[in-house]
């Protein structure tokens, strides 16, 4: 269970631990990723026969959320729900925890998330405002307030345009 795990604490003796290097980095592909289910199931979605393929399982107990791919490192990033928590995901569908991001508002749902360039850009349900979360500093920062995305529950980016876009529900 990565929330009660001590991937979230210090370690004695060690100045820095990125677990990250233990991941199975992804291969930027035309592939669609989607977390389902509480313990969430990270997925493949296969086109050729509408459905979902199983990445890993759900042993881990943890249900994330506001999911993006990184280029840089070719990883997945999200928050685990209702928490401020980021966690990372290997291609092989591990989980490990990065912290408690700083910034963002306390015990919101994070839906939906999109990478602009190393930046993990989210919208924390119920609000009206975007935020710009750095995945290495763990810390957020408020960027725009727009109107009408309190109800917004996943976002993207388009590569051709540079543009966000948000799904409501």
């Known amino acids: 269970d990565v929330c009660s795990s001590d991937l979230f604490t210090a370690v004695s003796n060690v100045d820095t631990l990125d677990l990250r290097t233990t991941l199975t980095p992804f291969t930027c592909s035309n592939t669609l990723y989607l977390s389902t289910g509480s313990p ?3 997925n493949r979605i296969d086109f050729s026969t509408d459905s979902l393929v ?5 042993s881990h107990g943890v249900a994330h959320n506001a999911i993006g791919y990184r280029v840089s ?3 997945v990033y999200g928050f685990i729900r209702s928490t401020n928590r980021l966690v990372t995901i290997g291609a092989d569908g591990t989980i490990v925890g990065r ?3 700083s910034g963002l ?3 919101v749902d994070i839906p939906g998330g999109a990478f602009v360039g190393d930046l993990l850009f989210v919208i924390p349900f119920g609000t009206n405002d975007l935020y710009a979360v750095d995945v290495e500093t763990l810390t957020a920062t408020l960027v725009g307030v727009g109107t009408g995305l309190t109800d917004v529950f ?4 388009n590569p051709v345009d540079g543009q966000l876009y948000g799904v409501k529900d």
Request: hydrophobic share 35%; glycine share 14%.
């Open 73 to 75: 490192d070719n990883l």
């Open 54 to 58: 199983n990445i890993g399982n759900t």
């Open 40 to 42: 969430s199931q990270f």
């Open 105 to 107: 508002p306390n015990g």
């Open 99 to 101: 912290g408690t991001v």
């Open 154 to 157: 996943d976002i993207a980016l």
